[in-house]
């Protein structure tokens, strides 16, 4: 079946602009994840979705930062007022459920997608 | 914050060699997963270790859990050019910590 999708691959944009990056996860994934990976880094959290509600957003950098999953599937990370420090790869991840059964099993696996590659000029 | 220290940051060997990376914490995981990245892709999961003293192997690598459950490694042998790529490890459930990663190159 179909992986996790990310669109755009690619995005540049100016400093002060306002972007919408898409996360398609795989179907039937009720956890969706956020992360984000600077050049050189591991990946950094952001933000966990169990449904549709946030169940986790303590990774947020600050409030220009924002996701949704309105309908339990397709997330959209938002940015306003894009900075150049923002410029980094997004990553989303989708699991069958989320981690709250005590221990790690196939539910918690995560599968990331490709990224999108944010570049603020 | 658990923090996950990866050593060493980059390696560079050739065909047929083997190498060990590490992962080292000062905080307790309850389960550690080792990731492999290549770039432009997201990265996937290799392995979960999730009891002290675990031994895992996949294929040409092997995966050890500490018994204190702070630290892992991950061996391979005779490494080959597919084997390049970033090696991530990351600990936790749902909001899953990674360390900065080693990046390996094996060339032919």
């Known amino acids: 079946g179909a992986g996790v999708s990310q669109t755009p691959s690619n995005k540049v944009t100016e400093k002060g602009k306002y972007v919408e990056l898409r996360c398609d996860p795989i179907?039937?994934?009720?956890?969706l994840y956020w992360y984000r990976q600077s050049l050189g880094q591991g990946p950094e959290f952001l933000i966990y979705?169990?449904?549709?509600?946030?169940?986790?957003d303590s990774g947020l950098p600050n409030d220009r930062f924002f996701a949704v999953r309105p309908e339990g599937s397709v997330s959209t990370l938002k940015i306003q007022r894009t900075e150049r420090g923002d410029s980094a790869v997004y990553l989303c991840?989708?699991?069958?459920?989320?981690?709250?059964?005590?221990?790690?099993?196939?539910?918690?696996?995560?599968?990331f997608g490709p990224g999108t590659r944010l570049l603020v000029l | 914050t658990q923090l996950l220290e990866q050593s060493p940051q980059f390696l560079s060997i050739q065909e047929g060699e083997n190498l060990t990376v590490y992962c080292n914490s000062s905080?307790?995981?309850?389960?550690l997963q080792w990731y492999r990245q290549e770039p432009g892709e997201g990265p996937v999961l290799l392995v979960t270790?999730?009891?002290?003293?675990e031994v895992k192997k996949l294929k040409r690598l092997t995966f050890q859990f500490g018994d204190a459950r702070k630290d892992s490694s991950l061996h391979i042998t005779a490494a080959q050019p597919g084997d390049t790529g970033l090696y991530l490890c990351?600990?936790?459930?749902?909001?899953?910590?990674f360390g900065k990663g080693t990046m390996l190159l094996v060339s032919p």
């Open positions: 179907s039937g994934h009720t956890a």
């Open positions: 270790v999730v009891t002290g003293g």
């Open positions: 991840a989708s699991s069958p459920g989320g981690g709250t059964s005590g221990g790690f099993g196939r539910k918690e696996t995560q599968y």
């Open positions: 979705f169990q449904g549709t509600g946030a169940a986790d």
């Open positions: 990351a600990g936790g459930y749902s909001t899953l910590t």
């Open positions: 905080s307790v995981f309850s389960s």
